[in-house]
């Protein structure tokens, strides 16, 4: 395996140019150096399966790993079963999904705590999780590796340690480490290299460094208030965290080989690339 860049969805650019169709972003991508690409099912699974087809063969064709975002509804901490089998398919038709899409990789926000104690969510989520793997293994997805995020506000369920957790569950789970959340969690927790250790060496004593390696990444920089996560922003706009530069070297020097995927405003191609960029010059 080898460290992979890419987009979540289309740049400004890539529609500025003149291109329409997410079924062109592969060779956009490609042109740019950049070798992945995460559909996003955020707002509703709305593929058809003869697009996704016809994502995955230009997606063969010029070497980029596809992954989805799942929809930002599911919320596996909700007891209520007519919400909880809501989710349940949000998370079937995504594992579907990315698999004609040729991928392998589905990006989950796991809940929200709502009214509950926390403890009753996180097992509410955790069940949950077992449970979503027992209906995709009946429908033949056990391939797909379902990555739990990080989340950037104290109301979600998703702090770095109970990622990690949720991924001891199933060995198939990957984090998806979301670096500006974890940011926006702390108050600006990321600031130098230091910060950035700290995690993956929490995530290399959870799960082990093979697993750790192999993590789903999402970066961009981030406002925030009190209350956590505000908006994503971009790498041009300096007076926001956190900085790529001082993650690069620790995945160059640690061996690692994760997907990284920029969630930047608008330049998600083009900071994506400048990524790359600093992570061929360390």
């Given at each position: ?5 890419g ?8 529609y ?5 169709a997410?079924?062109?972003?592969p060779k956009w991508?490609?042109e ?7 559909y996003s ?6 593929l058809s399966?003869?697009m996704?087809e016809k994502?995955r063969l230009?997606?063969?064709?010029w ?7 799942a ?7 909700n007891p209520?079963?007519?919400k909880?089998e809501?989710s349940?398919?949000?998370?079937l038709e ?9 991928g392998?990789?589905?990006?989950v926000h796991v809940g929200a705590?709502m009214?509950m104690?926390?403890?009753?969510a996180?097992?509410?989520c955790?069940?949950?999780i077992l449970?979503?793997?027992r209906?995709?293994?009946?429908q033949?997805?056990s391939?797909v590796?379902?990555?739990p995020e990080?989340?950037?506000?104290p ?15 199933d060995?198939?789970?990957l984090?998806?480490?979301d670096?500006?959340h974890l940011?926006?969690?702390g108050?600006g927790?990321?600031k ?5 250790a700290r995690?993956?060496?929490a995530?290399e004593?959870?799960?082990g460094?093979?697993?750790a390696r192999?993590?789903h990444?999402?970066?961009s920089?981030?406002?925030y208030?009190?209350a956590g996560?505000?908006r994503h922003?971009?790498?041009?706009e ?7 530069q001082?993650?690069a070297?620790?995945l160059?020097d640690r061996?690692?080989a ?7 405003k608008?330049t ?7 990524m790359?960029?600093l992570?061929?010059?360390?």
């Open positions: 395996m080898s460290i992979r860049f987009p979540s969805g289309n740049s400004e650019s890539f500025a140019q003149g291109y329409k997410s079924w062109q972003a991508l490609h740019m150096g950049l070798t992945a690409y995460e099912f955020g707002r509703g699974v709305n399966d003869e996704a994502i230009e997606a063969e064709k070497n980029v790993a596809v992954s989805v975002h929809p930002y509804y599911i919320n596996l901490a209520d079963p007519e909880r809501a349940f398919r949000y998370i995504s594992a579907r999904l990315v698999t004609l899409l040729g392998d990789r589905v990006v705590e009214k104690e926390r403890a009753e996180l097992k509410n955790r069940a949950g449970e979503a793997y209906r995709m293994d009946a033949g997805l391939q590796h379902l990555c990080t989340m950037g506000r109301s979600q369920i998703g702090d770095l340690a109970e990622t990690l957790d949720f991924c001891q569950l060995a198939r789970l984090p998806c480490v670096f500006a940011h926006a969690l108050q927790a990321l130098e290299t230091a910060d950035f995690v993956l060496d995530a004593a959870a799960l460094i093979d697993r192999r993590m990444v999402h970066f920089t981030i406002e208030t009190i996560e505000k922003r971009t790498f041009a300096k007076d926001y965290g956190p900085r790529f001082f993650l070297p620790l160059k061996g690692y994760p997907r990284i995927i920029c969630e930047c608008g998600m191609a083009e900071d994506a690339r400048e790359l960029r992570y061929g010059a360390v």
